[in-house]
């Protein structure tokens, strides 16, 4: 087992790897930014170190400071979380260098899924379904022209290095086209540095499903069901739910089994995700997370394991704790991510927590690093509070969520917490009916009432 494991990320995901390291009895460090000094991960951690100013760039990015702090700390290994360097390739090789162990997967499969089209080439290849397209990058305007030609319009442009929806346009016609495909490029290169593009068929009214994957690096693999994650504003989830309302028994053994057979097959180490968009019936590969997401609490629960000790044992070339046949599925679990966001702008809302108060009951879990007199600073994402329910049914989790949303209190700041209020109670949210595009225009019907 790993002898000392320093976190290279900050807030809720965090606390929620030294929780886990606790219970593995392995000392943890926490790493923070002078504007994390207070912070909850930093006073749960059996050590810290400060590794920089408030800018990311200029702390949790800094990949040198990173490898300091480990030094200092005696740390042998480095659990990234999610966001800022958890799929940078670059950081698992230096790690490597250092003989530091990177808790995660290769930096050889970092690399391969990181570049959209290389990821979508090596799932063909392995039997995995994926969206129609071009089959590289996009260079001119008259290539794109005929590839959203032969592919039919609507169709996605996409940057190869991106994700969260930066570097995304939808272009409905061939008159959009232009100033889609320029748009594209400028916003990918801002954004990651990289501004190739390539181009997808658009589905119309699909939902986001993703499947959890585990795999020990040895050939071996499993799939820990679905998650439904299509309650999105611009592409950035909100809300996720498993098991999908959408999905059978069968459909959900099928495109598992696909799934874990890929993993196996790559060899791949750790936690991943592989995203689909589902429509009519079938799913379409859109890109693969090499890391833990922010949603896997929903999995651990309808599931009973822990990913993040799973991850940590897998790290220390332990073999899988749990095996396909011995899982299984029970009851519902749905996730909301309360954001300190002031609505109906969704504008940032940083400042002074005055007030908190967590809620709790049977099957409600909350995980965050926020509490009264915690200062929210101005410099990272919004996101404070992911409050997970569980119930034996669908409707059972929901009243839940309903329940502890009442329960929740977050005062001195805005949050997002209001719109799931009005979320759980919508007929088609009842219903599971929901699609990428329905919040969107959910939103816009809450204003026009107003």
């Known amino acids: 087992m790993l002898k000392k494991i ?12 030294i929780r886990a390291c606790h219970e593995l009895n392995i000392p943890s460090v926490a790493v923070h930014s ?5 912070s909850m991960h930093v006073k749960m951690a059996n050590e810290s170190v400060c590794i920089g100013p408030p800018k990311a760039s200029e702390s949790y990015l800094t990949i040198p400071n990173i490898i300091a702090a480990c030094e200092i700390a005696g740390a ?24 530091i162990v990177f808790i995660g997967p290769s930096s050889k ?21 994926c ?3 071009s089959t590289g990058t996009v260079e001119t305007v ?10 039919g319009y609507p169709v996605l442009i996409k940057a190869s290095a991106g994700g969260g929806g930066r570097g995304m346009k939808l272009v409905m016609s061939s008159d959009e086209l232009l100033q889609a495909f320029h748009a594209a490029k400028k916003e990918s290169a801002a954004a990651f540095n990289n501004d190739a593009v390539y181009i997808e068929k658009y589905l119309l009214n699909p939902k986001h499903i993703e499947i959890q994957v585990f795999g020990d690096g040895l050939g071996n693999a499993v799939h820990l069901g679905e998650r439904d994650c299509s309650i999105q504003r611009r592409h950035q989830k909100i809300l996720e739910e498993a098991p999908s309302t959408v999905l059978t028994p069968k459909a959900r053994q099928h495109i ?5 057979n890929a993993i196996a097959n790559l060899k791949y180490s750790g936690a991943g995700t592989i995203e689909f968009l589902y429509s009519n019936g079938k799913f379409y590969f859109i890109e693969m997370n090499t890391r833990i997401q922010v949603e896997h609490p929903i999995t651990e629960q309808i599931f009973g394991v822990d990913l993040v000790k799973e991850q940590i044992r897998v790290a220390s070339k332990e073999k899988l704790s749990f095996q396909q046949e011995k899982i299984h599925l029970k009851g519902h679990a749905i996730e909301c991510r309360i954001n300190a966001e002031k609505i109906p702008e969704f504008s940032a809302s940083p400042g002074l927590i005055t007030a908190y108060h967590a809620p709790g009951g049977h099957g409600v879990r909350v995980d965050s690093a926020i509490y009264a007199g915690y200062k929210v600073p101005p410099y990272y994402d919004s996101l404070i509070c992911k409050l997970i329910v569980h119930g034996e049914t669908r409707m059972d989790a929901i009243l839940k969520l309903r329940r502890a949303l009442k329960e929740l ?32 225009d959910f939103l816009i019907e809450q204003q026009r009432a107003k």
């Not at 002078?34 to 207070?38: F, G, P, V």
């Not at 970092?110 to 392995?126: C, F, Q, S, V, Y």
Request: hydrophobic residues 40%; contains cysteine; proline residues 4%.
């Open 6 to 17: 320093l976190i290279a990320n900050r807030g809720e995901i965090a606390l929620r790897v």
């Open 34 to 38: 002078t504007a994390d000094s207070d």
């Open 76 to 99: 042998d290994s480095v659990h990234p979380g999610y966001g800022f360097l958890s799929e940078n390739p670059a950081f698992a090789e230096i790690l490597d260098d250092h003989k």
């Open 109 to 129: 499969h970092i690399r391969l899924m990181g570049d959209k089209i290389t990821a979508k080439k090596t799932m063909t290849n392995l039997g995995v379904p």
């Open 131 to 133: 969206v129609p397209g």
């Open 142 to 151: 008259a290539s794109a022209k005929e590839i959203a030609q032969e592919l």
């Open 256 to 260: 598992g089994e696909i799934c874990a």
């Open 409 to 440: 209190i977050v005062d001195g700041i805005d949050t997002t917490a209001e719109i799931f209020d009005k979320i759980l109670v919508s007929k088609e949210f009842e219903r599971g009916t929901y699609d990428i595009s329905w919040l969107e």
